[in-house]
């Protein structure tokens, strides 16, 4: 392990110049008439941005009806990805990406628009033309080419730093110390397993910013059963003793999904195939997925693979034909201190508003 940290160590020492770099290099860019809130990370895989994002919607259609929101995402390994687009539906996750594809079938009211180039792609495409606008900048963190209002921080509280390096010695997208720049910490994935051992983090994140705020979450796990006979409707499903499931999934952190599927579940008997995060689940390997599944298994996988494995009828006339019966598992972020959270947005909304006279027209 000391050999490979010599051999290693100076590739991360160059990696953090050239994003150092890059960072210096890149100026950023006010977006117009807009409240913008970054969620990121600082480490490469999964955090539970996707559910902390759809967190963040669900409170802004909630307490603020008369703001439009729009989520602006790379639309990572999407088609469109490069062009930029605008989403009409969350039919095609092949041109515009499984995650801002989600969001638009969740939220069918919300712009949901994607690029390499957000600045471009923002421009181009956004049709709200009015002051009360909210975007939410998805995976922001690093994205300098973009002024923010306020930068969400997600750590996997099973892991909330790796290792400590930078890539590629470890899994950090930067130094721990930039997290100078966040505004608000939120721990995700918090159980009691992990709880008692993030106190120690809770230090050496003071230590960078004594008033940083920081959070912790948890998520909140329940399961539909898909009616592929029935154009895809979606119905309660209630776990029986006995059966056994197949968990199919390519994410971040595919061991916190079967973890989770276990106990939602309530089952240890779970067989699992587990593909690179934002696998595009194509014909040839769908088709090699139906013949794995076994005629007394149960499908079960996450809204994010879903989105793209149905885009596939072949698929799905397979599923239906050997009688599959499929299981979504279904996540929602839970806010520790969701009054304090959501007492920030609330005073981050209103600090718009004085800066943009909107205060008499609210």
């Known amino acids: 392990m000391k050999i490979l940290l010599y051999l290693f160590y100076p590739l991360s020492l160059f990696y953090q110049f050239l994003f150092w770099w890059q960072q210096r290099e890149t100026s950023s860019f006010q977006l117009p008439n807009v ?16 559910p902390f994002v759809q967190y963040l919607v669900r409170f802004f259609r909630k307490v603020y009806p008369g703001y439009a929101v729009t989520i602006l995402s790379r ?89 400590g390096f930078t890539i590629p010695l470890g899994f950090l997208r930067e130094p721990i110390r930039n997290l100078k ?27 960078i910013d004594p008033f940083l705020p920081i959070f912790s979450s948890q998520f909140e796990s329940s399961v539909v059963e898909v009616l592929i006979h029935n154009e895809l409707a979606q119905k309660t499903f209630l776990p029986k003793p006995n059966s056994k499931y197949f968990l199919v999934t390519g994410v971040g952190n595919p061991k916190h999904v079967f973890e989770t599927a276990k106990t939602t579940l309530l ?59 499929v299981l979504l598992l279904l996540i929602q972020v839970s806010v520790l201190e969701d009054e304090k959270l959501k007492s920030m947005l609330t005073g981050l909304v209103s600090t718009y508003e004085t800066k943009n006279d909107l205060v008499a027209n609210t």
């Open 181 to 207: 720049r966040a505004n608000a910490i939120l721990f995700t994935k918090i159980n009691s397993k992990n709880k008692n051992g993030l106190e120690k983090y809770y230090s050496n994140l003071k230590k």
């Open 75 to 163: 639309g990572y390994k999407a088609e469109k990805s490069k062009d930029g687009a605008i989403l009409a539906d969350g039919l095609s996750p092949n041109l515009f990406g499984d995650e801002p594809s989600q969001h638009k079938e969740m939220f069918p009211d919300v712009q949901v628009i994607i690029g390499r180039n957000r600045k471009k792609s923002f421009l181009s495409f956004n049709q709200i033309h009015s002051k009360k606008h909210i975007v939410i900048l998805d995976d922001g963190f690093q994205h300098k080419a973009l002024c923010r209002d306020f930068d969400f921080v997600l750590l996997d509280a099973n892991s909330p730093f790796g290792n």
């Open 267 to 325: 089952s240890e008997s779970i067989r699992t195939k587990f593909f690179p995060d934002h696998f595009e689940f194509n014909e040839a390997a769908l088709s090699s997925l139906s013949d794995e599944i076994l005629m007394d298994e149960i499908l079960v996988t996450t809204e994010k693979d879903w989105i793209k494995m149905r885009a596939n009828v072949g698929f799905l006339r397979e599923l239906e034909r050997k009688k599959t019966t």
């Open 35 to 50: 409240l913008v809130i970054s969620v990121g990370n600082l480490t490469v895989g999964g955090t539970g941005k996707t």
